[in-house]
């Protein structure tokens, strides 16, 4: 019998040193997918992907670049996409964290590969050109991954108080799991630097070659999207398609003119509750698994907290979630070989 799963795309950030050469290594047999992606490349003025993933150093300076990594993480996701085992599974719904909204709509149908490359490349390459503001993770979890509500509205208070000061833009830019994503201009993320204390020798990180994603800073490259791309490019899902939101555009129901509105609209203005997301969706279609697409092994532990933070199939904490995880795995992150080896 076959099991359900909900897909998750993953977003920027996902495709690092470790990843090096990871199309080459899972998909030498979809290399048309890669072919199509420089050839489009080529199209744009733009240095091929292959030359990226095949690389023999990983470069901070050339990979994480948002013209770069969009295209390089969708090439990756979207080929682990097709290797999922069909036998073994049905992919009941599908999302995705921040860029992999975009992935989610080729995965789920909503957009042919060749239209969301154009897509993907596209806002890419606007983020790296405008590089408008920053991005800033602080958790508000505890070390056994229990939301601690009182950090929780500490950092919203923050917000408050640093947007309250002259020429400090400052906002929510991603809810994911236990961790805040802050969007903002350089002032308003230094504010915040200087107010936070460190912790686990990582937060605050500052995320390199981010813009403040999701926010309203990124209003002007809204409009160029608006001005560049067509409701005319969509389709009607064939899979279900839960939002930054947490609402679900189902097949024969999605309107192409809202959908073309919410991708280049609120995703790019407006914060991106991916812990939404997931509840959403694990509620909504109960999934005998949940599936991350790589590259990158970053997303299982978000995703894991979304889960605890509802006490999904009674994982309340990190210890729940790890005891869960041990003899059969619920989340299977490509990623990993070992998990990989599961679903392909």
């Not at 992907?49 to 050339?62: C, T």
């Amino acid at each position: 019998m076959k099991k359900r799963a909900l897909v998750i795309a993953p977003g920027r950030g996902t495709y690092n040193k470790p990843e090096l050469g990871y199309f080459a290594r899972h998909h030498a047999d979809k290399q048309h997918l890669m072919d199509e992606i420089d050839a489009y490349r080529e199209t744009q003025g733009q240095s091929p992907i292959s030359a990226l993933d095949s690389a023999e150093v990983y470069s901070i300076k050339n990979h994480t670049r948002g013209d770069n990594a969009s295209p390089l993480i969708y090439g990756c996701a979207y080929a682990d996409f097709l290797s999922i085992n069909r036998d073994k599974y049905d992919i009941a719904c599908v999302t995705g964290n921040s860029m992999g909204w975009y992935i989610a709509l080729a995965c789920a149908g909503a957009l042919p590969f060749a239209g969301a490359l154009h897509l993907i490349n596209t806002m890419g390459t606007l983020m790296q050109d405008a590089l408008i503001g920053g991005q800033m993770i602080y958790p508000f979890i505890n070390d056994n991954w229990e939301v601690q509500e009182d950090q929780k509205q500490h950092l919203l208070s923050l917000i408050k108080d640093i947007n309250a000061r002259p020429e400090h833009d400052l906002y929510i830019s991603i809810m994911l799991g236990g961790m805040m994503v802050f969007g903002g201009n350089a002032a308003a993320l230094q504010a915040l630097k200087d107010t936070l204390p460190p912790l686990q020798d990582r937060f605050p990180l500052i995320l390199p070659n981010h813009a403040a994603f999701h926010t309203p800073l990124q209003r002007p490259i809204s409009e160029k999207a608006f001005d560049i791309f067509d409701a005319s490019m969509f389709d009607n899902p064939h899979t279900p398609l839960i939002d930054g939101r947490g609402h679900t555009w189902r097949p024969y129901a999605t309107v192409d003119e809202e959908i073309f509105n919410y991708t280049f609209g609120h995703q790019v203005n407006d914060y991106y509750d991916f812990t939404r997301a997931v509840q959403v969706s694990v509620k909504e279609y109960a999934p005998d698994n949940i599936i991350i697409l790589g590259p990158g092994t970053t997303l299982g532990g978000a995703v894991a907290q979304c889960l605890i933070d509802i006490g999904w199939q009674g994982m309340h904490n990190k210890a729940d979630f790890q005891a869960r995880q041990k003899d059969d795995p619920y989340i299977i992150t490509m990623g990993m070989d070992e998990q990989r080896a599961l679903v392909v």
